[in-house]
């Protein structure tokens, strides 16, 4: 991490605006900031007192990979989350079982 470097920042907490390229412009041994943003090293979140409005993400991909993941479990969320059945065959739903535990055993 070092001024000058591109970064992406992503607004978390229910926020409707878009990701956004930014550039850091002061890095400390705690905190970094961009622009007028102060971050924290240990997680990228930003500091604020009513608490991080933006993540950080130090390359595109990362900011991209992130997003998909939460897409993605906002989908399932919808499909399992609902009243009755889920509209899958019995197979998928094994199929889908089995790969949701084959990292927690």
Known sequence: MQVGQKVFLR???????????AVITRVGRK?????RLKFLIENKLEVSE???NWMVYLDEQELKDEQEMLDIGRELG????????????????????AIVYETTK
């Open 50 to 52: 009513c608490g991080p």
């Open 31 to 35: 905190y970094f900031e961009v622009g």
């Open 78 to 97: 919808i499909l399992f989350g609902s009243y009755g059945r889920p509209k899958l065959t019995l197979d998928q739903l094994r199929r889908i079982k």
């Open 11 to 21: 607004p978390i907490g229910g926020r409707t605006r878009d990701a956004k390229d």
